[in-house]
């Protein structure tokens, strides 16, 4: 029996990564939020890698805390260990991964969101949405409960319909033997959303204690303090090592020999799988040709034995599971404490949302998170960030906010979901960005803050302390542009000791600042400043000179792009009764229904041609006929 229980502006159902986003980010814009979730246990857990970050990952975390969202102060309160990765390349693929305290992490968040003015927390299963003409209007649990709002976040990762595999079992179960949700799917589909059935699998847990890691590799933090958050300014320094061993030609022959047994090339496994993080023996069918695959060791927390074997995700049976381990050097006596599992969940097809993350079937519900087709925590975060600003802002009746791809990762992510679909997991990488060199790690502030700032996510202390390193940044850019370095005898002496070529005239200390071989300590030298500058805007300034013809550049192609951008698509155009498109860009045209010429352009199967003749109707002033035909 249904009975009333409440009205809020927004209602956010999941309260994993994607949802603990959505609910903060709606509810520190004034938005009376409810956050439903299965197991008030489960708040922001981490049923996979106990990690945060990683290439463009990172960078995507960095970009969360820029807006003012959290799991970069969250990481930064509980992480075991923090590295930057790829330090030896260019800035644009550097990024911070952090080694958590997967049990520290999701009690540290519950915290948080306990303590958010304007947000309620609720144990409950949803089954069903309100939806009246369209437009939906509210919740129905599992208990009869009813709660009515003016926008709802759907955030239920791999909850949806989820079955976990292992060997020759399979059960109905959400992640870590969770309650999985059955009705909700069966409701998505009577709406008539289009769904897919996807996998994803993690890896055994075995018990540090049996762990011989004399025969492993460490990989200890960096001593350097490093943080995702801006707003950090406290570092954990004791921090635990993580550990490296490889399989071996004994490991990849018990695999084979065990493939029969394998639910992926058994048939019982009927979901697309994550390409770019494959099953153990999907590596091994794969890439044959190599003798032994990565395997590390990560503690999954400070108060556990419990240590994840990252690189070895499979769904053999557990006594093969056990054998497979105990080929690994160093793990010759492991104790194995949970078994490896695939699990097998819906998705919805992700071009059935605008890029606000709104659905297109029904107004006022959003997305986000593994339901859109993605795998990992950053990007559910990133997504449940963008749907929790959207999903408040239209409840509080303000215009909606959407990233564009030179803005950020976040809009990378969210274009490439809603214009291009996916057919598999779909996992962001730095190759994804065609601007990646403008979206990095060091300058997700300066990209972003604005933005958070007008929004009500930033605070006026924490803006105030960015517009200050702003100015410094554009300062001391314009000392150095101002300052002739002449070529005296110890500036000569410096330039040699770095193995670069002498002066022969006098040099603007910024453009000695290019050359590869000087860092902005030795410019600094040889034009002192009479303060020192914080290390983040003596980054800043070296970063943006060295490589100030490529962002230029890159800055000249995005200029290109928002003209694109600025050709809006009216909603109502009917694609059908425009000649010469070809049948394939018709159809795509009408499913993915873009808001601009540049989405159309980025939609696979619609060509240049197709774009030509719709900016001809475009231009024409030919869409109000065209749409009343």
């Not at 959505?22 to 520190?28: D, I, N, S």
């Not at 997700?444 to 202390?461: M, Q, V």
Request: with cysteine; glycine share 8%; aromatic share 6%.
């Amino acid at each position: 029996m249904q009975y009333d229980a409440g009205n809020f502006d927004v209602i956010v159902i999941g309260a994993g990564h994607a949802g603990c986003e959505a609910g903060l980010a709606a509810a520190r814009q004034g938005a009376k939020t409810l956050m439903i979730t299965i197991n008030l246990d489960m708040v922001a857990f981490m049923p996979c890698n106990p990690s945060v970050g990683g290439p463009a990952k990172g960078i995507v975390v960095r970009e969360i805390d820029a807006l003012g969202g959290e799991m970069g102060k969250n990481i930064d309160k509980t992480h075991i260990q923090m590295r930057m990765l790829n330090t030896g390349k260019g800035p644009a693929v550097r990024a911070l991964r952090a080694q958590a305290d997967k049990f520290s992490y999701q009690h540290e968040m519950k915290k948080t969101l306990e303590n958010e003015q304007n947000l309620t927390l609720l144990q409950g299963m949803v089954e069903r949405l309100i939806v009246e003409d369209g437009v939906c209007t509210g919740v129905v649990t599992q208990t009869g409960a009813v709660y009515h709002a003016k926008a709802v976040v759907i955030t239920t990762g791999t909850f949806l319909r989820g079955e976990i595999i292992l060997g020759e079992l399979k059960y109905s179960s959400g992640p870590n033997n969770q309650q999985p949700s059955i009705k909700l799917s069966e409701h998505l589909q009577e709406l008539g959303f289009d769904l897919v059935r996807f996998k994803t699998g993690t890896p055994p847990r075995v018990n540090s204690h049996s762990i011989d890691y004399g025969k492993t590799e460490i990989q200890p933090g960096d001593e350097v303090p490093r943080a995702f958050s801006y707003e950090t300014t406290r570092f954990i320094t004791d921090q635990l090592p993580c550990w490296l061993t490889y399989t071996n030609e004994q490991t990849h022959q018990l695999i084979d020999d065990n493939l029969h047994r394998s639910p992926m090339y058994s048939g019982m496994i009927k979901g697309t799988g994550p390409r770019y993080c494959p099953s153990i023996e999907d590596k091994v069918v794969r890439f044959n040709d190599k003798p032994r695959h990565q395997i590390f060791l990560e503690p999954e927390g400070r108060n556990t034995q419990e240590v994840y074997v990252q690189g070895l995700s499979t769904s053999l049976p557990e006594d093969v599971q056990q054998k497979i381990l105990r080929t690994i050097p160093g793990l010759e006596n492991v104790q194995m404490m949970r078994a490896g599992y695939a699990i097998e969940y819906d998705s919805i097809v992700p071009t059935q949302l605008w890029p606000t993350l709104e659905t297109k079937n029904v107004k006022n519900l959003y997305t986000a998170g593994q339901i859109n087709g993605t795998s990992g925590y950053e990007e559910a975060a990133g997504q449940g960030l963008m749907a929790g600003i959207n999903a408040g802002r239209r409840a509080l009746e303000r215009e909606e906010v959407i990233l564009s791809r030179s803005d950020a990762y976040i809009g990378v992510l969210i274009d490439d979901l809603v214009t291009k679909g996916t057919n598999e997991p779909y996992r962001l990488l730095t190759s994804r960005a065609e601007y990646r060199l403008l979206l990095r790690h060091d300058n997700a502030d300066l990209r972003l803050t604005d933005i958070g700032h007008k929004l009500g996510l930033i605070s006026e202390e924490r803006y105030e302390n960015f517009i200050e390193k702003r100015e410094a940044i554009e300062a001391e850019k314009q000392r150095l542009a101002s300052i002739i370095i002449k070529p005296k005898k110890e500036v000569q002496e410096l330039i040699q000791s770095v193995g670069g070529t002498e002066l022969k005239d006098g040099i603007r200390a910024s453009d000695l600042l290019k050359r590869p071989e000087m860092t902005y300590a030795h410019v600094e030298q040889l034009a002192p400043r009479e303060t020192p500058l914080d290390g983040e805007i003596t980054e800043q300034v070296e970063i943006q000179t060295k490589y100030e013809g490529y962002i230029e550049k890159s800055l000249q192609q995005v200029d290109r792009l928002k003209k694109m951008e600025n050709k809006k698509i009216p909603e109502n155009i009917d694609y059908n009764a425009i000649s010469g498109l070809a049948s394939e860009a018709r159809q795509k045209l009408k499913e993915v229904r873009p808001l601009s010429i540049a989405q159309a352009s980025r939609i696979s199967g619609v060509n240049p041609a197709d774009i030509s003749i719709l900016l001809v109707y475009i231009e024409q002033g030919k869409i109000a006929r065209v749409s009343n035909d």
